[in-house]
Nanobody
Framework: QVQVEESGGRSVQSGGSLELSCQGS??????????IGWFRQSPGKEREIVAC????????YYAASVKGRFVISGENAQTIAHLQMNDLKADDTGLYVC????????????????????WGRGTQVTVSS
């Protein structure tokens, strides 16, 4: 079955940068066939989508709170996607979870969590001021 696993989370000071990775595996998985989303679960807040990438690598989606600071990337036919996070702020603290769903040949990625079928366990990012 398809699985995704995150890595790269750690503690960092405000203004710093981190790159998170989402490694996918399983029958038929690659970024040509699956859309990838990064979600954030912060204490006291609802889970929110931070960014997503479509299988055709169209225009990515970014939450307003991270636009201009975060970049989601990945190469088609590959199995790993990344989330580059720059100018980190204390409000970026949270558990970052990668998720995927099959969506071939589309330029659209879903913003709703219910569309995603495969979820990782998350990687913790802590930003101290």
């Amino acid at each position: 079955q398809v699985q995704v696993e995150e890595s790269g989370g750690r503690s960092v000071q405000s203004g710093g940068s981190l790159e998170l990775s989402c490694q996918g595996s399983g029958p038929g998985f690659n970024l040509d066939r699956y859309a990838i989303g990064w979600f954030r679960q912060s204490p006291g807040k609802e889970r929110e989508i931070v960014a997503c990438r479509s299988s055709r690598d169209g225009e990515p989606y970014y939450a307003a709170s991270v636009k201009g600071r975060f970049v989601i990337s990945g190469e088609n036919a590959q199995t790993i996607a990344h989330l580059q996070m720059n100018d980190l702020k204390a409000d970026d603290t949270g558990l970052y979870v990668c998720a995927a769903y099959r969506s071939e040949a589309t330029y659209y990625c879903a913003g709703a969590a219910r569309e995603y079928r495969h979820w990782g366990r998350g990687t913790q990012v802590t930003v101290s001021s």
